[in-house]
């Protein structure tokens, strides 16, 4: 019997290999802990994280505190959103990492497109 663990990452797998980030379209990599969420915008081919943010930053640690994970989650898809727009990236593919896309992983994607990301 496979843990939760385990079939997550055959998840990860299998979504990884179609989702490849390139300069021109990054890849968004949403990972999400039993308190926290975390979102990089990453670069495949040169091997470098152009944006991130998660709950754990300064600016945002105490506000997340007072709200639910799924508004931590919409805080932290805009401003990975924000980020990527201060640097002239419109365009991202979503790698949900295994996670079901639902709940907070859906709320980071919804925010981050309001904000002006397309995927």
């Known amino acids: 019997m496979l843990s939760r663990r385990e079939m997550r990452m055959r998840r990860k797998k299998r ?3 179609g989702v490849q980030g390139t300069t021109e379209r990054p890849r ?3 990972f ?3 308190k ?3 979102a990089q915008v990453i670069d495949d081919a040169s091997q470098r994280t152009v944006a991130s ?4 930053n300064a600016d945002l640690r105490e506000e ?3 709200l639910t994970k799924k508004d931590a989650a919409r805080k932290v ?3 990975v959103a924000r980020q990527c ?4 990236i419109e365009q991202v593919v979503f790698d949900r990492n295994g996670f079901i896309y639902h709940g907070r992983v859906l709320e980071l994607a919804d925010a981050a497109r309001k904000a002006g990301l397309k995927f």
Do not use: D, Q
Not at 53 to 56: D, I, V
């Open 77 to 79: 898809g805009e401003i």
């Open 15 to 17: 979504i990884r290999k």
């Open 53 to 56: 943010a998660s709950t754990l």
């Open 36 to 38: 926290h969420i975390y």
């Open 64 to 66: 997340c505190r007072k």
């Open 85 to 88: 727009l201060e640097k002239n």
């Open 32 to 34: 999400r802990s039993a």
């Open 28 to 30: 968004l990599s949403v």
